[in-house]
């Protein structure tokens, strides 16, 4: 029997697989963390990181890293540190499937800011991903269970500054823009 790949736990942008071609990507859940934007000297604007929460589960993707080559998906995740998280996800692999995830280091985060706002075109990646796994109780866990919405929201759909961004639906681009007003949230132009 040919041992698995590792793989790596997405809660952001790569629960979207039209941003990444990794292999056998499926549903998963993490347990014990919570997503939250935070800015880094790192990145010229805010974005997603995880941060311990004992009490709290996410819902995410795996996906396999072919040959344990992870020099792409580092390079990607360039801000991150990746950690290992094998018993924190619920997943359908064998257990002793190996899976890490990323994380911004704390000591590295700042609160994103109108110098570092949260980019339309990365939430709407993040909200696509989540409605095409989830459904629309997924999007709205993930609005309810992501922090750090106190940076404004830079709105780049004319002209997205995300490398990865997708062309989205008009209702896709309605789900956001509701979830967001119920959020009263700082919109820059």
């Keep these: 029997m040919t041992p698995l790949p590792p793989y790596f736990f997405g809660y952001g942008s790569l629960v979207n697989t039209a941003t990444h071609d990794y292999l056998d990507p499926q549903p998963a859940r993490l347990s014990g963390w919570r997503r939250r934007w935070c800015h880094t000297a790192l990145r010229d604007v805010a974005f997603l990181t995880v941060e311990p929460a004992p009490e709290v589960e996410i819902d995410g993707v795996i996906a396999a890293v ?44 700042t609160q994103g800011s109108d110098r570092h706002p949260i980019l339309l075109s990365y939430l709407d990646v993040v909200v696509q991903g989540h409605l095409q796994v989830f459904g629309a109780a997924g999007v709205e866990a993930f609005f309810a269970s992501t922090r750090g919405w106190e940076a404004p929201i830079l709105n780049d759909r004319q002209q997205p500054r995300y490398p990865r961004h997708q062309v989205l639906s008009a209702s896709e681009q309605q789900l956001v823009d ?11 132009s």
Excluded: K, M
């Design 66 to 109: 072919p040959n344990a080559d992870w020099q792409a998906l580092d390079a990607r995740e360039f801000a991150y540190d990746r950690l290992p998280a094998d018993h924190q996800i619920r997943h359908s692999l064998p257990d002793h499937t190996e899976i890490s995830l990323y994380a911004v280091p704390p000591e590295a985060q």
């Design 178 to 188: 509701h979830h967001l007003s119920q959020l009263n949230l700082q919109i820059l």
